[in-house]
């Protein structure tokens, strides 16, 4: 294992850790300039090194979570071992395997599909290594510790939310808006091995579900179940040929207009937005394109929400998600247990994994600019480029 030395003290948890390890006494320096004007002759102290398993790169977000949660951790003098898996499960396999070959003494996790991992949950028990479920639950697994999220259920409702608002039934204060219906609208879910595809689709279904029986909403395509409109591995290309399709199926040579379209994550509304495009529809929305929602608030979306061309998204702040797993896992290596504010919620399917929970806003264009860029998540320029810097 490649030690690193430790150059300051962060958190009195890891002062903790550190005199353990060193065992040094309390007043003891563990600067690396200290050990090494004495000669080198201090024990070497080092943090401990933690895997960060993320899913893939294609996804701006998990690229943001990844260098967040390292760069916290480094602060704290923890070495970081980060990988990305290509949202293949058998690499993701692989990285965490190589993580406990390679000693790391606390795994967060992002996983590909919840359920996939059990052998090296298993390996990560056996050797007393703490497992924290990153922004996903792992599933079927009773080797899971603590997991770190936002209140899922409430994303799909903020969700579902938006597409009334843009439609005109709701206002953007919740009460009911000027719009009467009926309204065409389809439907996609996210990838089903991933557990918060479930609650996203859950909370949106029940949030529509009064406007879908007085039939204010009605879905032309009949696909209404998550089994028919998922989306594997969240994929953008994947989504835009199904919008495609429904457009040939139910749209195309008919009379029928399509008004919105529910979507789970901006990569899938930007191919559901293409498909549309390329169909005739829009270019923007005041010009009839359908009103399409999104999750993650993806700079190439934001820009999209502020030209009129994406109705909303979901903003979820992956600095907050990050400083929550740097606490958990400090909380572990520093002997202790991390705090939980859910403990009722998220049943893997073998015990309630106790979570902390962060909350979700919903972006329209008119409030980009105080929940994004005054909270300095996107700047102006990125927002009118689309691109981040
Ligand atoms: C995350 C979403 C993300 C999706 C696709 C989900 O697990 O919670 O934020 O949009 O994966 O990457």
């Not at 509304?269 to 010009?287: F, M, V």
């Not at 608030?297 to 109705?311: G, H, M, R, T």
């Not at 073998?350 to 005054?374: C, F, H, T």
Request: glycine fraction near 10%; include cysteine; hydrophobic fraction near 40%.
């Amino acid at each position: 294992m490649v030690k690193k030395f430790l150059v300051g003290v962060a958190s009195a948890g890891m002062a903790l850790t550190l005199a353990a390890c060193s065992g040094g006494g309390a007043g003891e320096s563990t600067d690396e300039t200290s050990a090494a004007a004495t000669g080198g002759s201090e024990p070497v102290v080092e943090g401990g090194l933690v895997g960060v398993a993320m899913p893939t790169q294609t996804s701006e977000r998990w690229i943001a979570d990844g260098d967040a949660v390292q760069s916290g951790l480094e602060e704290l003098g923890y070495e970081v071992d980060l990988q990305f898996a290509n949202d293949d499960i058998p690499t993701q396999a692989n990285q965490i395997d190589q993580m406990i070959t390679n000693g790391a003494e606390a795994l967060i996790i992002a996983s590909i599909d919840g359920t996939a991992l059990a052998s090296q949950l298993e390996a990560a028990a056996a050797a007393d290594i703490p497992v924290i479920a990153y922004d996903r639950l792992i599933r079927d697994s009773e080797n899971v510790d603590f997991y770190v999220t936002f209140d899922n259920y409430n994303v799909g409702v903020q969700q579902a939310t938006s597409l009334l608002v843009g439609l005109g039934l709701l206002n953007q204060d919740g009460s009911e808006g000027d719009a009467a219906g009926p309204f065409n609208v389809e439907l996609f879910a996210g990838s089903l091995d991933d557990n918060n595809a479930h609650f996203f689709w859950q909370g949106a279904i029940d949030t529509l579900q009064p406007y879908l029986d007085d039939e204010t909403i009605t879905v032309p395509s009949g696909q209404t179940d998550i089994e028919q409109t998922n989306t594997l591995r969240w994929q953008q290309e994947t989504a835009q040929k199904r919008m495609e399709d429904l457009l040939t199926s139910t749209y195309t040579g008919s009379d029928l207009e399509l008004h919105g379209v529910l979507s789970p994550y901006d990569g899938i509304s930007r191919g559901i937005i293409t498909a549309l495009q390329n169909a005739g529809y829009g270019p923007s929305i005041a010009d009839g394109l359908p009103v399409v929602t999104g999750q993650d608030a993806e700079i190439a979306s934001v820009k999209l929400i502020a030209d009129d061309i994406q109705s909303a998204t979901i903003f979820k702040d992956t600095r907050k998600l990050a400083a929550q797993a740097i606490t958990a896992t400090d909380d572990y290596l520093s002997g202790g247990e991390p705090e939980a504010n859910d403990t009722e919620t998220y049943d893997n399917g073998v015990k309630v994994v106790p979570s902390y929970l962060l909350e979700s806003d919903i972006v329209y264009a008119d409030n980009i600019q105080s929940l994004l860029v005054d909270s300095g998540y996107w700047t102006a320029e990125e927002v009118e480029a689309g691109v981040a810097e």
